[in-house]
């Protein structure tokens, strides 16, 4: 458990940006653009390669290729799955005409959205945690590896 301590951090940390991200663009009126959602992606991808960067130093050299795209995966899943929770709470309890304001700019119909949002928001993150971490490991791969 404590080689996932690390990742873990870097998870919780990333999701803070991205919760943080989504805040700043709620306060101008511009978290309903969608658009603005393709910076998730930079901030996601700087925590999982500041988080393989780290552990590859920390481990030195018990640092394989499964380690560093474990250690990427945990950070990006993690920061996923806090990021995914506090979207439901946000549009369900704390301003719940947010996702009726975006359906209203992107969808025609309305039923079911709820679910078919967080469902995308989860698997968007789930999908971008998995090709950086894959990228990033063609960086961080050893000679042998």
């Known amino acids: 458990m404590k080689q996932f301590a690390l990742p873990i951090r ?13 805040l700043i663009l709620s306060l101008f009126g511009l978290h309903t653009q969608v658009w603005f959602s393709l910076f998730n992606g930079v901030i996601t991808g700087f925590g999982i390669y500041e988080a393989i960067k780290i552990f590859r130093v920390n481990q030195g050299e018990n640092y394989n290729y499964g380690s560093g795209f474990t250690a990427g995966v945990v950070t990006g899943f993690v920061a996923t799955i806090i990021f995914t929770i506090f979207f439901a709470v946000y549009s369900t309890e704390i301003n719940p005409e947010f996702l009726k304001e975006l359906a209203t700019t992107w969808f025609k119909s309305f039923k079911s959205f709820e679910g078919i949002v967080f469902f995308t928001v989860a698997i968007m993150g789930f999908a971008t945690a998995l090709v950086l971490t894959l990228s990033f490991m063609q960086l961080f791969k050893s000679a042998n590896n």
């Not at 998870?11 to 991200?21: E, M, N």
């Open 10 to 22: 870097f998870g919780i940390a990333t999701s803070g940006c991205l919760i943080a991200y989504f």
